[in-house]
Protein backbone atom coordinates (compact mmCIF):
# COMPACT_ATOMS: atom_id res chain seq x y z
CA UNK A 1 0.00 0.00 0.00
CA UNK A 2 1.77 3.22 -0.72
CA UNK A 3 1.85 6.02 1.86
CA UNK A 4 1.00 9.22 2.10
CA UNK A 5 2.69 11.54 -0.70
CA UNK A 6 4.05 15.02 -0.40
CA UNK A 7 5.64 17.42 -2.42
CA UNK A 8 8.07 19.64 -2.52
CA UNK A 9 10.32 17.87 -0.09
CA UNK A 10 12.58 21.00 0.11
CA UNK A 11 11.18 24.69 -0.29
CA UNK A 12 13.52 27.87 0.28
CA UNK A 13 11.24 31.25 -0.06
CA UNK A 14 12.43 34.80 0.90
CA UNK A 15 9.80 36.01 3.00
CA UNK A 16 6.80 37.95 1.61
CA UNK A 17 7.00 35.44 -1.32
CA UNK A 18 3.75 32.51 -2.13
CA UNK A 19 4.54 28.70 -1.59
CA UNK A 20 1.93 25.67 -2.15
CA UNK A 21 2.35 22.22 -0.91
CA UNK A 22 0.45 19.21 -2.17
CA UNK A 23 -0.57 16.47 -0.75
CA UNK A 24 -1.91 12.90 -1.80
CA UNK A 25 -3.07 11.07 1.12
CA UNK A 26 -3.67 6.50 1.45
CA UNK A 27 -6.32 5.46 -1.37
CA UNK A 28 -9.54 5.28 0.65
CA UNK A 29 -8.76 7.53 3.45
CA UNK A 30 -11.25 10.06 3.94
CA UNK A 31 -9.95 12.38 6.78
CA UNK A 32 -6.74 14.60 5.72
CA UNK A 33 -5.07 16.85 7.96
CA UNK A 34 -2.07 19.11 7.79
CA UNK A 35 0.01 19.86 10.48
CA UNK A 36 3.09 22.35 11.34
CA UNK A 37 6.44 21.06 13.16
CA UNK A 38 8.32 24.01 14.18
CA UNK A 39 11.93 22.59 14.95
CA UNK A 40 11.97 21.22 18.38
CA UNK A 41 8.21 21.11 18.91
CA UNK A 42 5.54 18.50 17.92
CA UNK A 43 3.30 18.84 15.08
CA UNK A 44 0.82 21.34 15.65
CA UNK A 45 -2.40 20.77 13.63
CA UNK A 46 -4.16 23.48 11.25
CA UNK A 47 -6.64 21.76 9.69
CA UNK A 48 -8.49 18.62 9.49
CA UNK A 49 -10.97 17.39 6.06
CA UNK A 50 -13.11 14.87 6.18
CA UNK A 51 -13.84 14.07 2.43
CA UNK A 52 -13.77 17.71 0.76
CA UNK A 53 -15.24 19.24 4.27
CA UNK A 54 -13.52 21.26 6.62
CA UNK A 55 -13.62 19.33 10.25
CA UNK A 56 -11.41 21.93 11.76
CA UNK A 57 -9.57 24.85 11.22
CA UNK A 58 -8.97 26.76 14.54
CA UNK A 59 -5.23 26.92 14.38
CA UNK A 60 -4.86 28.09 10.91
CA UNK A 61 -3.88 31.62 10.58
CA UNK A 62 -6.43 32.42 8.11
CA UNK A 63 -5.12 35.82 7.16
CA UNK A 64 -1.77 34.00 5.48
CA UNK A 65 -2.72 30.36 5.04
CA UNK A 66 -5.61 28.47 2.93
CA UNK A 67 -5.61 24.69 2.11
CA UNK A 68 -8.39 22.94 -0.17
CA UNK A 69 -9.03 19.60 -0.88
CA UNK A 70 -11.66 20.31 -3.57
CA UNK A 71 -12.06 16.71 -5.28
CA UNK A 72 -12.25 14.86 -1.45
CA UNK A 73 -8.51 13.30 -2.44
CA UNK A 74 -5.53 15.23 -2.94
CA UNK A 75 -4.74 18.35 -0.72
CA UNK A 76 -3.16 21.72 -1.15
CA UNK A 77 -1.69 23.98 1.96
CA UNK A 78 -0.64 27.86 0.10
CA UNK A 79 1.06 30.51 2.61
CA UNK A 80 0.60 33.69 1.18
CA UNK A 81 2.38 35.42 2.08
CA UNK A 82 5.42 33.72 3.89
CA UNK A 83 6.52 35.16 7.40
CA UNK A 84 10.30 34.09 8.66
CA UNK A 85 8.28 32.32 11.64
CA UNK A 86 6.32 30.09 8.72
CA UNK A 87 9.91 28.11 8.80
CA UNK A 88 9.08 24.81 9.60
CA UNK A 89 8.30 21.32 7.95
CA UNK A 90 4.34 20.94 7.11
CA UNK A 91 3.56 17.14 7.72
CA UNK A 92 0.36 15.65 5.82
CA UNK A 93 -1.59 13.16 7.14
CA UNK A 94 -4.39 10.51 6.65
CA UNK A 95 -6.52 8.40 8.37
CA UNK A 96 -9.90 6.11 7.41
CA UNK A 97 -12.03 8.02 8.94
CA UNK A 98 -12.46 11.09 11.87
CA UNK A 99 -12.14 8.96 15.07
CA UNK A 100 -9.19 8.89 17.03
CA UNK A 101 -9.48 5.02 16.89
CA UNK A 102 -8.24 5.28 13.34
CA UNK A 103 -4.18 5.46 12.83
CA UNK A 104 -2.94 8.66 11.22
CA UNK A 105 -0.50 7.87 8.64
CA UNK A 106 1.69 10.54 7.92
CA UNK A 107 3.78 11.61 4.97
CA UNK A 108 7.72 12.95 4.56
CA UNK A 109 6.81 16.27 5.07
CA UNK A 110 7.72 19.42 3.40
CA UNK A 111 10.90 21.54 4.75
CA UNK A 112 10.08 24.97 4.46
CA UNK A 113 12.89 27.91 4.92
CA UNK A 114 11.61 31.26 5.31
CA UNK A 115 14.34 33.55 4.65
CA UNK B 1 0.10 25.76 30.94
CA UNK B 2 0.91 23.60 27.80
CA UNK B 3 -1.67 20.78 26.78
CA UNK B 4 0.97 18.02 26.98
CA UNK B 5 4.12 18.67 28.23
CA UNK B 6 7.19 16.17 28.22
CA UNK B 7 10.80 16.50 29.49
CA UNK B 8 12.33 17.20 25.96
CA UNK B 9 15.76 15.25 26.96
CA UNK B 10 18.26 14.23 25.98
CA UNK B 11 17.94 10.79 27.65
CA UNK B 12 21.48 9.41 27.02
CA UNK B 13 21.42 5.81 28.03
CA UNK B 14 23.44 2.33 27.23
CA UNK B 15 22.59 0.00 25.41
CA UNK B 16 20.43 -2.74 27.67
CA UNK B 17 19.15 -0.29 29.84
CA UNK B 18 15.67 0.62 30.91
CA UNK B 19 14.39 3.85 30.45
CA UNK B 20 11.27 5.64 31.40
CA UNK B 21 9.54 8.79 29.76
CA UNK B 22 6.31 10.92 31.31
CA UNK B 23 3.91 12.69 29.89
CA UNK B 24 1.07 15.10 31.40
CA UNK B 25 -1.60 16.37 29.83
CA UNK B 26 -4.01 19.51 31.40
CA UNK B 27 -7.48 18.15 30.17
CA UNK B 28 -8.88 15.84 32.32
CA UNK B 29 -11.99 15.03 29.91
CA UNK B 30 -9.42 13.43 27.22
CA UNK B 31 -10.08 10.28 26.53
CA UNK B 32 -7.76 8.51 24.29
CA UNK B 33 -3.36 8.72 24.81
CA UNK B 34 -0.71 7.35 22.17
CA UNK B 35 2.64 6.91 21.58
CA UNK B 36 4.71 8.11 18.80
CA UNK B 37 8.08 7.37 17.14
CA UNK B 38 9.86 10.14 14.85
CA UNK B 39 13.45 9.34 13.78
CA UNK B 40 15.90 12.55 12.88
CA UNK B 41 14.24 14.27 9.96
CA UNK B 42 11.43 11.47 9.31
CA UNK B 43 7.46 11.37 10.14
CA UNK B 44 5.98 10.92 13.00
CA UNK B 45 4.64 6.66 13.21
CA UNK B 46 2.54 5.61 15.80
CA UNK B 47 4.77 3.28 18.35
CA UNK B 48 0.99 2.03 20.59
CA UNK B 49 -2.15 3.60 22.45
CA UNK B 50 -2.67 4.01 26.09
CA UNK B 51 -5.35 1.99 27.10
CA UNK B 52 -6.60 2.57 31.00
CA UNK B 53 -5.07 -0.89 31.97
CA UNK B 54 -2.05 -0.53 30.68
CA UNK B 55 -0.37 -2.38 27.76
CA UNK B 56 2.90 -3.65 26.51
CA UNK B 57 4.57 -4.61 23.28
CA UNK B 58 7.58 -6.77 23.58
CA UNK B 59 10.09 -4.67 25.46
CA UNK B 60 7.29 -1.47 25.41
CA UNK B 61 5.22 -0.37 28.20
CA UNK B 62 2.58 2.59 28.49
CA UNK B 63 0.33 3.22 31.32
CA UNK B 64 -2.32 5.67 32.35
CA UNK B 65 -2.86 7.33 35.71
CA UNK B 66 -5.76 9.42 34.70
CA UNK B 67 -6.25 10.85 38.19
CA UNK B 68 -2.43 12.52 38.23
CA UNK B 69 -2.90 12.98 34.21
CA UNK B 70 -0.16 11.63 32.82
CA UNK B 71 0.87 8.99 30.91
CA UNK B 72 4.41 7.02 30.72
CA UNK B 73 6.13 4.94 28.20
CA UNK B 74 8.97 2.09 29.96
CA UNK B 75 11.51 0.57 27.46
CA UNK B 76 13.30 -2.39 28.35
CA UNK B 77 16.64 -3.82 27.10
CA UNK B 78 17.37 -0.76 24.90
CA UNK B 79 18.99 -1.36 21.40
CA UNK B 80 20.29 1.06 19.69
CA UNK B 81 17.63 1.51 17.23
CA UNK B 82 15.13 3.11 19.78
CA UNK B 83 17.75 6.00 19.37
CA UNK B 84 14.48 8.69 18.26
CA UNK B 85 12.18 11.24 19.72
CA UNK B 86 8.91 9.86 21.43
CA UNK B 87 6.03 12.09 21.12
CA UNK B 88 3.04 11.82 23.55
CA UNK B 89 -0.23 12.61 22.31
CA UNK B 90 -3.51 13.39 23.36
CA UNK B 91 -6.97 13.90 21.98
CA UNK B 92 -8.16 17.24 22.98
CA UNK B 93 -11.73 17.98 24.27
CA UNK B 94 -13.59 18.12 20.89
CA UNK B 95 -12.81 14.49 20.65
CA UNK B 96 -11.28 13.84 17.31
CA UNK B 97 -8.23 15.88 16.77
CA UNK B 98 -5.06 15.47 18.59
CA UNK B 99 -2.49 17.30 20.23
CA UNK B 100 1.02 16.66 20.43
CA UNK B 101 4.08 17.29 23.14
CA UNK B 102 7.43 18.66 22.74
CA UNK B 103 9.10 14.90 22.56
CA UNK B 104 11.73 13.69 24.48
CA UNK B 105 14.84 12.90 22.97
CA UNK B 106 16.13 9.16 23.36
CA UNK B 107 19.68 8.26 22.25
CA UNK B 108 21.26 4.76 23.31
CA UNK B 109 24.84 4.42 23.22
CA UNK B 110 26.99 1.53 22.54
Known amino acids: EAGVAQSPRYKIIEKRQSVAFWCNPISGHATLYWYQQILGQGPKLLIQFQNNGVVDDSQLPKDRFSAERLKGVDSTLKIQPAKLEDSAVYLC?????????????FGPGTRLTVT | RKEVEQDPGPFNVPEGATVAFNCTYS??????FFWYRQDCRKEPKLLMSVYSSGNEDGRFTAQLNRASQYISLLIRDSKLSDSATYLC???????????FGGGTRLMVKP
Open chain 2, 89 to 99: VVNNNAGNMLT
Open chain 2, 27 to 32: NSASQS
Open chain 1, 93 to 105: ASSRGTSVAYEQY
